[in-house]
């Protein structure tokens, strides 16, 4: 004889009966919520006749059976707010820090484009300095050279002005 | 040509768009099966205490991105070193006859300045990603503490609202009348087969009856498909994908705790890897002293 062999209303009713006060003990564990629910489920697919009486009774246990899964859901969407506040402490903790990354980040490139910059304002200097020396002289094909080198100086130009702004 | 590395942090910021995803995925399913069974007020509940999650993981992705910006940013420092270099030896080869002086020269030194470029640059990053680790790290590893555990209940309260549409397949009254009707038919066939394998021979006649009845039982059961079989179609669909969402929440759950070792494995690399600090440094310096050296002596 298994539980659910009962062949009375009065039966039914007491079988409700045991399995409401056992939703009233029942744990916080998933698996004792899914186990009791799972239960209700039971009785409702082995209570008979369908009398009116029974069905009544199945619809108490349907109606217990989903506030099983219902109040589990609400314990745990509960304990998920609960940990909100401490998640967005942490949150704003992090993105501190992210924001310190990305400054250092900015930093080290902008000290690369500086020092770039740097060698650059150099070989300028150093080809003015040679055209100055050169001004009035004969020597065309060093005019030329330095005309060449001006040009290579532009393109040196452009490159640092890319990397000293990659976007 | 540099002597430091940096670690590479690559995986750890593909990891951690896996893990925003993960969020975004596991908030959605679960407002959706809340949704679906009438729990509307635990999914506005939910879909509110969510918004944080989703914060937090954007949160992690920028972080994760500021990460890869400064090993980039150490990287750029060498390219662009490198990119200089290449174009004043471009230049110095095109105005060969303006550096005549000692055009072996520029080139040692330009050479000797990029190493100190790119170490510097290298150097810093190091030092920043050091700094970026070890400063999130207290605040990462307990957000992914947060996150692991929300990843469980949220992929509980799947559970329990998948479980919920299940069981409401069954437990309908007009199933229950159906369901009732058919055990009935199921419980009278087997009965019959007891009362023939019991009566034998001996009663032929009363086993006539009992076959034509059992054929209309047969009927009856097989007509009861049209509606027993599309239930049990839905009553498979829905365990398939209350497995299908412990699945997704599994590997949820898993992804944050791997990433969380990622991290900690990323500043343990920094701490007990190669000294990023000085040693490259220093050893630019001593090669720019040799180059120095090499230039004076001509």
């Avoid at chain 1, 008979?48 to 009544?56: G, Q």
């Avoid at chain 2, 951690?16 to 509940?45: D, F, R």
């Avoid at chain 2, 940013?73 to 990119?83: N, R, T």
């Avoid at chain 2, 020269?105 to 000797?112: N, R, W």
Wanted: aromatic share 4%; hydrophobic share 45%; charged share 25%.
């Amino acid at each position: 004889m298994n539980e659910w062999d009962i062949n009375t209303e009065a039966g039914w009713s007491a079988k409700l009966r045991e399995l409401l006060e056992e939703a009233d003990r029942v744990g916080e564990s998933l698996e004792e919520r899914r186990a009791l629910s799972q239960r209700f489920v039971q009785f409702i697919v082995h209570s008979h006749p369908h009398t009116e009486t029974i069905k009544s009774l199945d619809r108490i246990a349907d109606a217990a059976r989903r506030n099983v899964l219902l109040g589990s859901i609400d314990e745990r969407v509960a304990a998920i707010g609960e940990r909100t506040l401490a998640l967005v402490l942490l949150t704003e903790r992090l993105e501190e820090t992210t924001v310190e990354a990305q400054a250092a980040a900015a930093s080290i490139r902008g000290e690369e484009a500086r020092s770039a910059l740097e060698s650059l304002t150099l070989s300028v200097s150093q080809v003015k300095a040679l055209a100055e020396s050169l001004r009035g002289g004969e020597d065309r094909e060093r005019l030329t050279r330095l005309q060449a080198a001006l040009e290579r100086l532009i393109v040196v130009q452009q490159e640092v002005e890319a990397i000293s702004d990659p976007d | 040509m540099g002597c430091t590395a940096l670690p590479e942090v690559g995986p750890f910021v593909d990891a951690t768009h896996e893990l925003n995803l993960a969020l975004e995925l596991g908030g959605e399913v679960s407002v959706a099966e809340l949704v679906s069974i009438q729990a509307e007020s635990q999914a506005t509940q939910f879909d509110q205490a969510w918004q944080a999650r989703l914060r937090a993981g954007e949160a992690l992705v920028n972080y994760a991105e500021s990460l890869r910006a400064i090993v980039a940013s150490g990287d750029q420092g060498a390219q662009s070193a490198g990119q200089l270099s290449d174009s004043l030896t471009q230049l110095a080869l095109a105005t060969g006859v303006v550096f005549t002086g000692a055009p072996g020269a520029l080139l040692v030194v330009d050479q000797a300045a990029q190493f100190v470029q790119e170490q510097v640059a290298l150097v810093r990053a190091a030092e920043s990603l050091a700094t970026a680790l070890n400063a999130a790290q207290p605040a990462l590893a307990r957000i992914a503490q947060v996150l692991e555990l929300d990843l469980r209940q949220a992929g509980e309260i799947f559970e329990l609202a998948s479980l919920n549409v299940e069981q409401s397949l069954l437990t309908n009254e007009e199933t229950q009348v159906r369901l009732g009707y058919r055990l009935a038919l199921i419980e009278e066939r087997q009965a019959l087969y007891a009362e023939d394998l019991a009566a034998g021979e001996r009663m032929e006649r009363a086993l006539v009856g009992s076959q034509n009845r059992l054929l209309e039982l047969q009927a009856l059961l097989e007509a009861s498909a049209q509606w027993y079989d599309p239930l049990q179609g839905q009553l498979a669909a829905a365990r398939q994908r209350r497995r299908n969402g412990a699945s997704l929440f599994f590997a949820a759950r898993t992804s944050t705790r791997r990433w969380a070792e990622a991290h900690a494995n990323l500043v343990r690399a920094v701490e007990d890897g190669p000294t990023y600090s000085l040693a490259g440094l220093l050893q630019a310096a001593v090669e720019v002293r040799e180059r120095a050296g090499r230039i004076r002596e001509r």
